[in-house]
């Protein structure tokens, strides 16, 4: 995340994330499912600026700017501005944690599709409490907005990693970084249709997987891609196809194009190939577009 502290204000660019590789080991006894994940933060942005208001209230306001490399063709889910946005329970729960009343107004431009699979909002949280800590001057350390970001959602500490890549575990906020021995280019594309987590989840049959991350993290530290794309796995993807016809003709059409690799991201509906140039993913890119088949996206991997 990059932010640029003024005076009273904070602004920061908010990155989403893919998943090369998801278990889903067991179901717990908190509800939840217990995982291993491997995750990169791509360069595809939200943009939040928020502003000291030291008397006022807790606004958020929402605009959707559209991605340069995007193709129109999806729903348009509102965005909540009220404790539905991950956002504003962030702010709420970093001033009941502080035992603060203060104000603030937060500007969010949402360029990452909804209900995708990216952690759109999940990014968003992880930049409002880490802005507002510098804004606010609480002088939180990392473990207590760790704290924090893992009682707001299972992707939300995954941001506070500076790494940019790691192998994520138990729900998916315990954080281990990993290195990756160059940027990764990608194509994703956001059919025209979102799915829920919980319903992707509820779906899901755990540990039928047996390998874990291990291969993907070495091949990915030699800059092996080829090996890498061929551990790239995700559980929650054949639920997911089960549940959205969309998802399965993406992967029919990633199927059609030389990709290294390609997998359905998180609990969907966004896909992604992996691609050996940054050149080869602006011409996979320009083909699916043609297609009309959701928004597509040319990303690389952030540090
Ligand atoms: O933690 P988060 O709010 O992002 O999770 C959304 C939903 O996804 C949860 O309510 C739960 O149903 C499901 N989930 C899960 N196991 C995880 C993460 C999420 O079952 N490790």
Redesign the pocket.
Known sequence: MRFRHQHTSVAVCTPGKLNLFLNVIGKRAD?????ETLMVSIGLYDTLRLVDDPDGELQLHCFRVACPTAVRGSVREPLPVDRDNLVVRAAELLRESAGIRRGVRIELCKRIPLAAGLAGG?SDAAATLVALNRLWNLRLNRAELHALAARL???VAFFLCPSGAAVCRG??EIIEPITLAAPLHFVIVRPATGLS??LV??HCQPGRHRDGAERLVESLARGRLSAAARCFHNALQEPAEGLNGDVVRLRQEFSKQPFLGHLMSG?GTSYFGLCATRDQARQLAARLRAKRIGEVFVAQSRP
Do not use: I, N, V
Not at 31 to 35: A, N, P, Q, R, V
């Open positions: 509800g939840y499912h217990e995982l999940s959602g299972s992707d729900r998916g987590t919980a989840f509820r609990s």
